[in-house]
């Protein structure tokens, strides 16, 4: 990493891309199975959260107007009573689906991480340097499921209004 920094403190472009290359080449390809199926994890994560985020406002809405956007989504859930006790068991659900999904994601990534020292024959590191390299790893998982989630985010806007989504592919290259 200290060759990646000039005397002036600046990262350059190029060391970064090519160090990139060379971690998506001898970390991320061969385990890409493991790698797509985190990822896969992460978004349900993304989803389960915005999920459990929306249904309290919905639940909210139904009972101040008495209506919600569920209406005629359940059969047999005609009164109000029966849309709110959905409402609040699809809440706790999609809470509860999160946080196994949270913990799930968080031993996938420390089993890669063991893995991938196994596979390049690193099983003498210290604790300190297995920790750091799991947190690595953690990051950039993080960071390409972020650009994953961007992309369907840009893709789903494309399919429900395309001019939105030359906006959203704007804001999400910074241009």
Known sequence: MSNLVTETNEIH????????????????????????????????????????????????????TGRSRIDGWIPGADANSEKIAVLI?????????????????????????????QRLNKTRLVANHRLLGKRVLGVVLGALSSAVIAILFCLMIALLHPLLALLAVLCVLGL
């Open 13 to 64: 472009g190029d060391q970064v891309r090519d160090l990139m290359m060379a971690l998506a080449r001898e970390v991320l390809w061969p385990f890409r199975w493991r790698v797509a199926t985190i990822l896969l994890m992460q978004i349900a994560t993304q989803v389960m959260l915005l999920a459990s985020l929306v249904l309290p406002w919905q639940l909210l809405q139904m009972l101040i």
């Open 89 to 117: 068991a699809l809440a706790v659900l999609c809470f509860c689906a999160y946080a196994l999904l949270k913990w799930l994601v968080k031993k996938a990534i420390a089993s890669f991480s063991a893995s991938i020292l």
